[in-house]
């Protein structure tokens, strides 16, 4: 079955260093990959999409990589802010048809320390 | 524009009772989707819906669930004779398109809490 697993459940990392995220799938060949952010009793807030024929993709902090070969994402905070502190969540999909059911990995939660 | 509107933000039922959600789609986006997120797990996807048809709802519980997108109005999540474990943060999400390659709006959710 498709598995979606994000690395460690927390992260903490030390304000103005880069935070990497990892997000790893099985089973699965999707056409794109999607990040957001979800703060504690919010909804979650759509960051990024890359496709996959994209290998990396930039938006101000922000950078998404996506590699088809390892079957990986990684996304980075650079600068990171005590503000980056959120539960942060990949969810790859397929195109086309059936793209809308998006599969959600169960999040890193980012801790920026001042 | 308000974006995707939920509400209620916080609800209880005990068990037995029957649970509306609703939620008002950003405007312009005739697409709406509903997830349930339970402790320490994943978004799940429940059910697809455009207006007045509900195109997908392979994630949903066969039984004592049902969702509708009417002509007029917001997307309403029923759940009857609510029990224990279907407490958890319901969200709803919505997009101008039927494909999730824009990323979607989502909304911030209602907990339910089944006593």
């Known amino acids: 079955s498709q598995k979606i697993e994000q690395n460690s459940e927390a992260l903490n990392i030390q304000e103005g260093k880069t935070a990497t995220l990892t997000c790893n799938y099985t089973?699965?060949?999707?056409?794109?990959l999607q990040w957001y952010r979800q703060d504690p009793g919010r909804g979650p807030v759509f960051l990024l999409l890359i496709r996959e024929n994209e290998k990396e993709k930039r938006k101000e902090r922000l950078k998404v990589t996506f590699d088809t070969t390892l079957k990986q994402s990684l996304f980075h905070i650079t600068a990171s802010q005590p503000a980056d502190s959120a539960t942060y969540l990949c969810?790859?999909?397929?195109?086309?048809?059936?793209?809308?059911?998006?599969?959600f990995g169960k999040g890193t939660k980012l801790s920026v320390i001042p | 524009n308000a974006g995707v509107m939920q509400n209620p933000r916080h609800l209880v039922r005990r068990r037995g009772q029957e649970a509306r959600l609703r939620c008002s789609p950003m405007?312009?986006?005739?697409?709406v989707y509903w997830y349930r997120q339970l402790p320490e797990e994943g978004l799940k996807f429940m059910v697809y819906?455009?207006?007045?048809?509900?195109?997908?709802e392979s994630g949903m519980p066969k039984e004592r669930f049902s969702a509708e997108f009417p002509k007029e109005g917001p997307s309403i999540l029923r759940i009857q004779q609510v029990v224990r474990g279907d407490s958890a943060a319901y969200f709803c999400a919505s997009s101008p398109t039927g494909t999730g390659d824009y990323g979607y709006t989502f909304g911030s959710g209602t907990r339910l809490t089944v006593v």
């Open positions: 819906l455009q207006k007045e048809n509900i195109i997908d």
């Open positions: 969810a790859p999909a397929y195109s086309g048809a059936g793209s809308y059911q998006l599969t």
């Open positions: 405007k312009g986006h005739s697409h």
């Open positions: 089973n699965y060949s999707p056409a794109y």
